[in-house]
């Protein structure tokens, strides 16, 4: 009796150090997987010289490859959220943007410089617990100037 009784406290242990090591890789390949999405969402930004088609574009095809699905609750305040394939959307967005408008012009106007805020959303679900973990991860593009035929083609509206 007393060999069946050790028997069955092993397999607990192995099974617990099972389940543990299973939750400690999913929960760093999908913490991986949103920093791959945020850091590609910057380079598409900065390569594309803000947010236009061609970056969102870009940022869709690139979380499609990757299989990121995960949505947020909704944006913080002054940010447009976007589903993965680029729509505009104010509930359970992929990801947020904001454009952060730097200085402004001699005559008072808005500056065309800018930088972008982006924030990706990290969620940990369990089918039956649901969300355990929710996180948004934000990150900053760096200063963006203009092209000068998009400076040209935005002061004729502007002016």
């Given at each position: ?73 909704g ?53 039956i ?19 000068v ?11």
């Amino acid at each position: 009796m007393k060999e069946a009784i050790g028997g069955s406290w092993i397999t607990i242990i192995v099974i617990t150090f099972i389940v543990l090591f299973a939750s400690f890789m999913s929960l760093s390949i999908n913490w991986s997987k949103t920093y791959k999405v945020k850091d590609e969402i910057v380079l598409a930004i900065e390569r594309n010289n803000g947010v236009n088609p061609d970056s969102l574009e870009q940022i869709g095809a690139y979380m499609a490859d990757l299989g990121y699905r995960t949505v947020g609750d909704g944006c913080p305040d002054h940010y447009v959220g976007f589903t993965y394939d680029g729509t505009k959307t104010y509930s359970s967005p992929s990801y947020c943007i904001k454009a952060n408008f730097v200085g402004a012009t001699a005559t008072g106007h808005k500056s065309f410089t800018a930088y972008y805020s982006i924030v990706v959303f990290f969620r940990l679900d369990v089918p039956i617990i649901r969300h355990i973990i929710k996180l948004d991860l934000e990150a900053n593009t760096k200063i963006i100037l203009p092209r000068v035929d998009d400076l040209v083609a935005k002061r004729g509206k502007e002016y």
